[in-house]
């Protein structure tokens, strides 16, 4: 079975530039997580999917990071404009369904703003 | 809102000693507990799953213990190996989203 996938896996911008992140998750798997890991933390949570839609972005800085999951499959991550507190790995995850269940990570891509 | 901790944020050890990390969360209402591994420049892997009607769950040299009265968690790894170096994460699952402890370093010297 095939694992998270999540591309690239490593970007360098400049302050003020904008960056996406794609994630395709394991096949058949609902839900979809895009978290947010900086230096020396846990993964945050930034946005969950439930097929293509949105269950929640709380915790989404929305005035300038947007996600969507066109039809219930991969998943784009955009940041536009990135600031240098954006620096931290990006990890996407998937699980079989929604709640309790086990949550398989992909690689992360790991973003550094200067 | 749940929040994790995991002290102590590192810890080195000679091979072959067992490993004890610990976990605490907040809000004993969690729905599971799972244990990740995070190698340097990698993703998480998951290493352990109990869910709340569970006490523990093994698997291998690994043995995790949930103790949802006291907001405590605990994963023993036995005889340890320098292969087990990495860092070990916590997640509690409530309200359909896991919350992050900042993890324990493992070293292992051999």
């Known amino acids: 079975e095939a694992g998270v996938a999540q591309s690239p896996r490593y970007k360098i911008i400049e302050k003020r530039q904008s960056v996406a992140f794609w994630c395709n998750p394991i096949?058949?798997?609902?839900?979809l997580y895009w978290y947010q890991q900086i230096l020396g933390q846990g993964p945050k949570l930034l946005i969950q999917?439930?097929?293509?839609?949105?269950?929640?972005d709380s915790q989404l800085p929305k005035d300038r990071f947007s996600a969507e999951r066109l039809k219930g499959v991969d998943s784009t991550l955009k940041i536009q404009p990135a600031k240098l507190e954006d620096s931290a790995v990006y990890l996407c995850?998937?699980?079989?369904?929604?709640?309790?269940?086990?949550?398989?990570f992909g690689p992360g891509t790991r973003l550094t703003v200067t | 809102k749940q929040e994790v901790t995991q002290i102590p944020a590192a810890l080195s050890v000679p091979e072959g000693e067992n490993l004890v990390l610990n976990c605490s969360f907040t809000?004993?209402?969690?729905?599971?507990l799972q244990w990740f591994r995070q190698d340097p420049g990698k993703g998480l892997t998951s290493l352990l799953l109990?869910?709340?009607?569970?006490r523990e769950q093994t698997s291998g040299r690994l043995n995790a213990s949930l103790d949802k009265s006291s907001g405590r968690s605990t994963l023993y790894i036995a005889a340890s190996q320098p292969g087990d170096s990495a860092t070990y994460l916590c997640?509690?699952?409530?309200?359909?989203?896991?919350?992050f402890g900042a993890g324990t370093t493992v070293t292992v010297r051999a």
């Open positions: 096949s058949g798997h609902a839900t």
């Open positions: 809000d004993s209402a969690i729905y599971n």
């Open positions: 995850a998937s699980s079989l369904e929604r709640g309790g269940g086990e949550q398989y």
């Open positions: 997640a509690g699952v409530d309200d359909y989203k896991l919350s």
């Open positions: 999917f439930q097929n293509n839609g949105v269950v929640d």
């Open positions: 109990i869910q709340s009607s569970q």
